[in-house]
Structures are given as structure tokens and as C-alpha cells.
């Protein structure tokens, strides 16, 4: 089995795919900037014991995280519970893809693990879009990761609405039908809404403007996806697992099982 970590600077993705490439379990955990090394094994003890899978099977594992400072502590946890230590997405780890960026430590290690799963798995070109603290839009031709856009996301603009209004509640977010908001709440929802996903359809147009061919697929992961998407113009896929399959095949990518297949 393979174990997939993804650590976002909200939540951290723990996911077990077993030897075929199924999703064993997929769980989500608050991402705790005062981690320490026992309380991480102690997670990830109990999210296996809860899911009834088995440490001892885990033959490997590849770490995502945008957060450095807990990167270590799951390093040194992992390589503690399973014996080895994990990959970890940075340079020098074999994508297949092009990556035409100025500085490849400046690229998110969670945008790398999600166009390389957008690029096997989906028609390309293509653009993959992660909905999280940012919300990223990644142009993928046939071979290479041409560019990106990044913007804020949906839970910044919530909590910045809130924090500077003085007479704003804080919401969460909610499908509205209409955007003639009739109280202050639906019409928050509805200005968020609307609001984001012109600017993903605008950027979207942009984004194959640029590139000069239009996108075959668009693919979108993360938080608020589903309501966010509903409301688009453009056609945009949904795949709530696709960064950690895109951990699962740069685990295959850079293993010797995988150069031996």
C-alpha cells in the first residue's frame, strides 16, 4: 500500500491506496501548525485504526505540504512508523511533465501533484483548478505545464468580509439560487457566488487566450468546489481526489517498481 499526505495551510489530506491504485480511505485533518512529532503519529495511528487498515502494509509514502515548518515532523513520523522515509514534492522529483516555470521551488507542491494527475487521468489541454486558502488555474497542453494564475480564495474573502464589516456576520458558504439577495446573509452568498465564478469563467477564457488553444477538459478539486462550479458558464469537472491521485502516480514515477514496469 501507498500512503498519499497532502498538507494544506487548513487541512491535511491523509489518503491509502492499496496495490492496484484504489483509494483505500481518504481522511481530513485540521492542519495544526503545533504539531509535534508524537502528536503526528498519534493521528496518524488513530485515522488508520479507525479506517481498520494495517501500518505494516504500507510499503511507501509521498508528502505534499505548503507548510515547511510540519513538513519535518511527517518526514521523521513516517519514516519512524514505516522505516523509510517518504518523497517529498520539490525539485528533483520526476513529474513527466514540462514545467515551464522560472523557479520550480516557487511552484506548490499541492498544483504539481494535481496537473500531473489532470494530465494522466483527463483529455488534455487542460486546466486544473485547486480551490483552497488560494485558488490556483493551471494550463496543461499535451507535455507541459504552461503557466498558472493564483487569486484568493474562498474562505479569505469570507473572513476578510466579515473581519472589515463592521455590520457583516460571519457565514459559511451556502448555495443561493438567485443573486437578488432579500437579507444580508444570502446576499453575501450570493455576491461570493457570482462573484467567483465570473472571475473563473473570465480567467478560464484568459487562460486558453494566452496559450492559443482552448481547453479540452477543466478539472476542479478543493473546498467549495461543488457550489462554486454549479454557477459557472464554462463546463468544469469535479474531482475531490484529484491531488491525491496525483501523489499516488509521482509515487509510481519515482519508485524502482515503476521503472521496472
Given at each position: ?47 488508520f485504526q479507525l479506517y481498520q487498515a494495517e ?95 493564483i487569486m484568493p480564495g474562498v474562505v479569505i ?105
Amino acid at each position: 500500500m501507498v500512503l498519499a499526505i497532502d498538507v494544506g495551510n487548513i487541512s491535511t489530506t491523509i489518503a491509502l491506496f492499496t496495490e492496484k491504485g484504489a483509494l483505500f480511505f481518504r481522511a481530513l485533518l485540521d492542519t495544526d501548525q503545533k504539531m509535534t512529532d508524537d502528536r503526528c503519529a498519534i493521528d496518524l495511528l488513530g485515522i488508520f485504526q479507525l479506517y481498520q487498515a494495517e501500518m505494516h502494509l504500507v510499503k511507501g509514502a509521498i508528502l505534499s505540504s505548503v507548510v515547511p515548518p510540519i513538513t519535518r515532523i511527517y518526514v521523521d513520523t513516517l519514516t519512524r512508523l514505516i522505516g523509510k522515509k517518504p518523497l517529498v514534492v520539490g525539485p528533483g522529483l520526476k513529474t513527466g511533465l514540462n514545467i515551464k516555470s522560472e523557479g520550480h521551488n516557487q511552484l506548490g507542491s499541492d498544483i504539481v501533484a494535481s496537473c500531473v494527475a489532470v494530465s494522466a487521468l483527463y483529455k488534455t489541454p487542460a486546466i486544473a483548478i485547486n480551490s483552497r486558502t488560494a485558488v490556483t488555474f493551471s494550463y496543461l497542453s499535451d507535455t507541459a505545464l504552461e503557466g498558472c494564475a493564483i487569486m484568493p480564495g474562498v474562505v479569505i474573502a469570507l473572513e476578510a468580509l466579515s473581519r472589515n464589516g463592521a455590520q457583516l456576520p460571519q457565514i459559511s458558504m451556502e448555495s443561493v439560487d438567485t443573486p437578488l439577495g432579500r437579507n444580508t446573509v444570502d446576499s453575501m452568498r450570493a455576491g461570493l457566488l457570482y462573484g467567483y465564478s465570473g472571475a473563473f469563467d473570465r480567467i478560464i477564457e484568459q487562460l486558453e487566450q494566452a496559450a492559443g488553444t482552448p481547453a479540452a477538459t477543466v478539472v476542479a478539486t478543493g473546498s467549495y468546489a461543488p457550489e462554486l462550479y454549479s454557477h459557472c458558464r464554462r463546463e468544469i469537472k469535479y474531482d475531490r481526489d484529484l491531488l491525491v491521485k496525483g501523489l499516488y502516480l509521482l509515487y509510481l514515477k519515482n519508485t524502482e517498481h515503476f521503472r521496472k514496469g
